[in-house]
């Protein structure tokens, strides 16, 4: 919450504000863990359990002190975009036994950390320097050509390993949709530097009709591929 004090959305915010007891946030925290692992260890699997405890661990990492992951360059964006392989772990031992395959999760892996690098990039571009550097420390360590690098990266490996995950369950017409989501990660890339807000809250996108369309379009080529495969 200290350093939300200097980013210029999330300075409204409760906590930030001290409209909030901290003891007693803590303590309804502490409850609702210990409430959401018991009834997750009595109505679901030991893995779901696994999974919900690494969600709160890799939270924990990111935010709290000495090791607070979220300073540290390249290792912030990482494991702040590891939630998205967790999540789906989660969601994932509530419908299968079995694990997903470490090519799809290495996958969504990578597209979140793209996604969290492309925040990056909104925030280094558009808050001043004294701004970025008191409510990220890592962004004074960053520079815009660096994170986009980044960026580009984490796009190329989410392409990499998304067509070895088509390749190793057989969904060989998934490759077709390869153009469309280059362009879709080619046009996120682009508003990352143009655009703070739409970096910053990806859902805003969608607030656009032309974006819209285009995502309810990949999403109807996703279905068809499958149902062609």
Known sequence: ????????????????????????????????????????????????????????????????????????????????????????????????????????LAAWWAFGNFLMVGKRVAEKKFLTAEESSAYRMSLSRYSIRGLVSFMVANALIFLALFIIFSLQLNLKTFLFVLPFIVFYLAFFIYKSVQDRDAAEEPEKMLKNPYFALYTLFLLIVFLVAFWLR
Do not use: M
């Open 1 to 104: 919450a200290p350093f939300d004090a200097y980013h210029p959305g999330k300075k409204h915010r409760p906590l930030v504000g001290n409209e909030i007891s901290v003891p007693l946030l803590l303590t309804c925290w502490a409850l609702l863990t210990a409430g959401a692992l018991g009834f997750a260890y009595f109505l679901f699997s030991l893995p779901f359990v696994f999974s919900l405890a690494a969600l709160l661990l890799a939270g924990i990492l990111y935010n709290v002190p000495p090791l607070r992951c979220k300073d540290i360059p390249y290792l912030d964006s990482t494991l702040e975009s590891a939630n998205n392989p967790i999540r789906f772990l989660i969601g994932w031992y509530v419908l299968a036994a079995g694990f997903p395959p470490l090519s799809l």
